[in-house]
């Protein structure tokens, strides 16, 4: 599946299509073409892997190779291998937790407002960045906060903390030298 050696705390990341995607590439500073993200937890075989991610019913376990047939890339957080074999595991305590659905009306929302905050305050139009956005940490997930989440257990923050960790975060985290995209 892969010429490179994945391991367990990779991060994997689909390309965003519809409107969903079209909001990721086009309205968020920094452009960033990919929109779910999900986590590698456990080693499978030769070209397969456990992984965890956030979908409509919530937390799951999966397959990468459900993936196969996606854009798909991946990603490796810069901190101790220890921590990042870890990492998956921290995600486990949120096990039941639900697809945070009223996240994504705040996304929303939040965009309108900080839009209209950024013209109020810098009287210009630019492209809102996720930390122009509110957020508010709760018991339900949406993709990107189940791999934030499982880093924050080991005390590794992708993402800064009050920042909300939306496919542009993670774009920022790569530019920022915390997330390094591995080679396809």
């Known amino acids: 599946m892969n010429n490179f050696k994945l ?4 991060i994997f990341a689909t390309r965003g299509r519809g409107i969903t995607g079209w909001v ?8 960033t073409s990919r929109f779910h993200f999900g986590i590698l937890w456990k080693h499978l075989g030769e070209d397969d892997f456990l992984i965890l991610e956030s979908i409509s019913k919530g937390l799951a376990i999966g397959k990468l190779s459900w993936y196969e047939d996606q854009d798909v890339e991946f990603y490796r957080v810069e901190c ?3 921590l ?6 921290g995600l486990i305590d949120w096990g039941r937790s639900r697809y945070d659905c009223w996240l994504i009306v705040k996304i929303l929302f939040g965009a309108v407002v900080a839009f ?7 009287h210009k139009v630019r492209k809102p ?6 957020y508010g940490v709760n018991l339900a997930l949406i993709c ?4 934030d989440v499982a880093y924050d257990s080991v005390g590794v923050a992708i993402i800064p903390p009050g920042v909300i960790p939306i496919p542009s ?5 790569q530019l920022e030298g915390r997330l390094t995209r591995l080679p396809v």
């Not at 391991?7 to 990779?10: L, Q, R, S, T």
């Not at 990721?24 to 452009?31: E, G, H, T």
């Not at 960045?129 to 509110?134: G, I, N, S, T």
Request: hydrophobic share 35%; glycine share 2%; net charge negative.
């Open 116 to 122: 209209a905050r950024i013209l109020w305050k810098e």
């Open 7 to 10: 391991e367990p705390g990779d």
């Open 129 to 134: 960045r996720a930390e122009d956005l509110p």
């Open 84 to 89: 990042r074999h870890a990492a998956p595991d």
């Open 80 to 82: 101790d291998e220890d």
């Open 24 to 31: 990721s590439r086009k309205l968020m500073s920094p452009q």
């Open 144 to 147: 990107t906060e189940a791999v």
């Open 169 to 173: 975060a993670f774009k920022a985290a």
